[in-house]
């Protein structure tokens, strides 16, 4: 008989709901190792039929795992999962554990889309630079910050202009230099870890042939042409251009009842860092005669109507349509 396989997945241990027939046949707890889950799911259940786990920072790791050991593995949305889980009257893991496989025994859930490791590599890389520059520019507004107290107003420069205005000013003071020095070496140091991340992504997005496409756009680098190839990954994974805007949240949400029918903000539902990945673009495709296009024209003149900020949204979600179907063109 088929058996229906609920997986509570926590960071030391996982919590194991096996069911047959209709009903809970085993339920138990395992280390969270897809290996020994896959030992303790064969010895239990010898005919899995489906294995349910939710989104989470494991969910790639488990998935593929578990699909290499050749056990039918399923990831399902964790927001739909919980609008499940919710009706049970006490909250526990082994809870968790048994409302998911019953989800997987009636199959009312909604299977998400696991990125491959070569995705989740180049996502990786684009974060990691990210924060790196993040920290960077914290470093050096903190910098500046304490200089001021003191009467020291670094001048405006990026990269070496500003280490030098930095150095220069406190050279008189040895109380400040003893502060702002190791400050100072640690944003020069990470701002050069930056950089070598930074020709990693371009070396990357330089030899993939969807990147090289995506470049060719107006406004859009290699950053956001890695992150939008690395997140779509094969454009048949979505069945129209449009529905990828909403994917990334980019469209707004609808509220109807009864009488009561109204459009409010964006969802900013999906992959937070592409959104925003794309309404830097827009900002640049808005302000930059540089990225002159029919696209700018159109976002130009949206913007007249209805301000900058609604109007990069705009060109954001319509950018998203235009980079989809030029890979779409690209595959077929």
Known sequence: MDQFIGLDVSLKETSISVRQNG??????????????????????????????????????????????????AICIDARHAKAALDMAP???????????????EVGFYREVRVKQYDSMLTRTLVAARSQLIKIVTELSNQIRGLMKTFGLVVPKGAGRVFEANVRNLIVDNKGLERIILPLLETWRTVRDRAAELDRQLVAAARESAPCQLLVSIPGVGSVVAASFASAIEAPENFRTSRSVGAWLGLTTRRYQSGEVDFDGHI???????????????????????LADSTLRTWGLKLRKKVGFKRAAVAVARKLAVIMHTSENRRAF
Request: contains cysteine.
């Open 90 to 104: 006490n909250k526990t893991d082994a809870n968790d554990a048994d409302g998911l496989a019953q989800l997987a």
């Open 23 to 72: 009903k809970r046949s085993w339920r138990g707890k395992c280390p969270s190792d897809p290996k020994l889950l896959a030992e303790v799911i064969c010895k239990r259940a010898p005919n899995p039929k489906k294995i349910v786990f939710e989104t989470g920072p494991l969910s790639v790791w488990f998935y593929h795992a578990l699909t290499g050991e050749g056990l039918p």
């Open 267 to 289: 969802s900013r539902r999906g992959d937070n860092h592409l959104r925003g990945l794309l309404y830097q673009a827009a900002v640049v495709i808005l302000t930059r005669t």
